[in-house]
């Protein structure tokens, strides 16, 4: 193949996971000349990082696909790749489905991309190339999780969520096999990264002036590494990054239940840095479905470690993942989700309604037997009353002050500045100083209020004057940075 205009595009989905390794591959092609564009028709070389979680996140990439399909016949030279967890379960199949896919690679191979890439566009004739990762059964425990490398070589300050606020992978895969997941076989066995290295890697971070780091990892509490001949757990290794001049806040995703262990809860209650926010999926509030679910824990349980929260971190605040509509989800059952939701009064909770996974021992086992209509109507019933119960609990804010890490502009910002420069005006020189912006509390609740741009990357009180269920609305108290120009908006992606 011939010439190329070393423009990337790449489109991402999922988990923070992906947008991590989005960042890396992107860090990596860089280094390769390329650069990045939002328009996929002017790139010529284009990844889609994608998701299997829910069916829904596949159909997503298998269109984005599927309009490539007259662009690479048109232009042949166009390199189109498929990356981590759809590339990871299907394999060939992307190939049998989209046949103009030149590269398909797993979540453990992403090292491999650029010279995939290059190789696919020197070839001589086009040949479609696979790197993957051995599925869980296809070798000794050593052999299959040799084949998943963490892969954290690189940063790119351009797609990190915000200049002053990164991702840190601590460990990749999971071990627990929930009946209906598929991470496991994507993402592989549980593997903790050193302490050493995750240390070094914030302390970059933090020179190239991130703030805020939020430790990755899909049962990010059952991190455990012996370095030196010393077990680190996640409170170890909070305790380490505390001491990194720079960082000013630490929060880490997700926990598993089981493994909230008191520990980790001193860590956080103790650690001025550590973000007071957990999210810890209890999935559902039926004991019977968390069997079929293969969780691990009962409500029960469940609800003794919130106590041992709430009491050890009062105004903790913490959210929830549950899935509507698993096999055999009664009425009665879905009830005592709502009955959860109402006892625990989570923050927010991330509602999905049950997607059969292939490969899954639930897809194997148990039939995927509740009605599109009826997962439809109860992931709306939680989401009404999660909505409600976030309004009156944000409404305690009203009145008081909190401490916002502000990360930019808010979206309604963002969309007004979108306007503004689609009808080719200046947005907010000669209009107004303050703009719409937003942060997080210390317990991860969001924030907007007017204020100059430049607060982006430092810290406010804001008094709140106002609730949505998913917002609190206030005002500035400090007054750092408020004045100066006004035609600025760098900020958020
Ligand atoms: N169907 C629906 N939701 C799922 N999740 C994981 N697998 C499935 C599935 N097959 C949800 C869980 C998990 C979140 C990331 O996605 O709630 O916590
Ligand atoms: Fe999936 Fe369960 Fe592992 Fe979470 S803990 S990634 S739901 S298998």
Redesign the pocket.
Known sequence: MSEHNGKLYIETVGCQMNMLDSELVVAALRKDGYELTNDPRAADTLLFNTCSVREHAEHKIYSSLGRLKYAKRKDPQKVIGVMGCMAQKDQDLIFERAPHVDIVVGTGQLAEIPRLIAETRTAEARQQQKAVSLGRRDGSVAEVSGSFQSYDPLRDPEMRPTPFQAFVRIMIG?????T?????AT?GPEQSRKPSEILSEVRVLADQGVKEVCLLG??VNSYKHTEDGRLHRLSDLMYQIDQVPGIERIRFV?S?PRDMTDDLLHAVRDLDKAVKYLHV?L?HGCNDQLRLMK?GYTVEEYREMMGRINETIPGCSVSSDFIVGFSGETEASHQLSLDAIREHRFKNSFIFKYSERGGTKAASLLPDDIPEDVKKRRNNEMLDLQNAISEEDNAEFIGRRVSVLVEGLSKSAVKQQARASAEDRSFSSGETLAVQLMGRSECDRIVVFDGNPRLSGTTAEIEVRDCTGTTLIGEIVTREVQHGSSSLLPIVS
């Open positions: 999971c071990d627990k096999f929930c209906y997941c598929v991470v496991p993402r899909q049962t997700t598993y999926p999935q969780r």
